[in-house]
């Protein structure tokens, strides 16, 4: 069994502008790290474009969003445009969203495929997904895009139970408005808090299928791993998902510009290891999962790196 990465040039051309974090360069960074010899044996294909990509858009998105989005994007001259002070759309944005919707339903098709020799799946992809809310697109984030990944496996697969797990710094609101009042779908976040998008609070249950273990500024790897061992693992063991998505952000690591949490890469990868170990026990060990955010390239190569090569220890 392998590890499949699902990442396409297209990521390189959604231009956000001079000065934004969100920026082409984190592909380039990621693309150098995982050349080194020791990703050889990574399976790898380019994120598709669709032909059912707006069905499954609608999934988590109404009819008037997708819409918007669009238009916008089909009026070229008004290019770039921001949807909000942060989110930008260039020429090359809704290709560029739409391929990363396109990647995490195309590694749902390939870890639920028993003849794909694919056990995992990492998703090198852009724009972000998780702050995108049903009708509003918001913190560099145009489709949520792990979301739509997890509503998709389940309409197509007929999975009872999926689960989403986020370690970015900025708590996935926009993945947890999508999961709020469905107890077939888990949503288990750490993150700093206060912090943006200001959600994210422990009271946030929806139908108790939210779990939030927020972190205080300043806060390190050992409390990050006590809050994700007591407060996530736990409640995913007593949900046992049959397909788990990762929103992997490496922006808690110690050096983001973007976080003041103290993560390096060391709890990048044990998160990793013991989601694969909840994976292994509940569903043969399929995980998806998905790029959300990490800023300072050189910590985000390395955070990437870490995170797939403990992907690939799991698929072995």
Request: net charge negative; proline share 6%.
């Amino acid at each position: 069994m392998q590890t499949l990465l699902l990442t396409h040039p297209a990521f390189v051309a959604h231009d956000t502008g001079q000065g934004h974090p969100e920026r082409p360069a984190r592909m380039e960074v990621i693309d150098r790290a995982l050349a080194d010899p020791a990703f050889a044996g990574l399976r790898r294909e380019e994120a598709p474009l669709r032909d059912d990509l707006e069905e499954q858009i609608l999934l988590a998105h109404p009819a008037d969003y997708l819409d918007h989005i669009k238009s916008v994007a089909a009026n070229r001259a008004a290019l770039p445009a921001h949807l909000d002070p942060d989110t930008v759309m260039s020429p090359g944005t809704y290709e560029a969203a739409s391929r990363a919707v396109g990647a995490g339903l195309r590694g749902v098709d390939a870890v639920l495929d028993p003849a794909s020799g694919i056990r995992n799946v990492f998703c090198q992809v852009r724009p972000c997904g998780h702050h995108a809310e049903p009708s509003r697109a918001m913190g560099f984030c145009l489709f949520s895009s792990a979301a739509i990944a997890a509503l998709y496996a389940k309409k197509r697969y007929g999975l009872e139970r999926v689960a989403v797990l986020d370690f970015d710094v900025h708590h996935g609101n926009g993945t947890q408005r999508v999961f709020w009042d469905d107890d077939s779908l888990f949503f288990g976040s750490t993150h700093q808090m206060p912090w943006f998008p200001g959600t994210g609070a422990v009271s946030e249950r929806g139908v108790g299928n939210i779990h939030n273990a927020p972190l205080r500024a300043g806060d390190d790897g050992e409390i990050f791993r006590e809050a994700f061992g007591q407060a996530i693992l736990p409640a995913l063991d007593a949900f046992r998902p049959d397909l788990i998505v990762i929103s992997a952000g490496f922006d808690a690591h110690e050096d983001d510009p973007l976080g003041q949490l103290r993560l390096n890469e060391a709890d990048f990868a044990w998160a990793t290891h013991v989601i694969n170990e909840a994976a292994h026990r509940h569903c043969g060990g399929r995980v998806v999962s998905m790029l959300e955010g990490g800023y300072n390239l050189a910590a985000l190569g390395r955070s990437a790196a870490v995170h797939v090569e403990a992907l690939m220890e799991s698929a072995a």
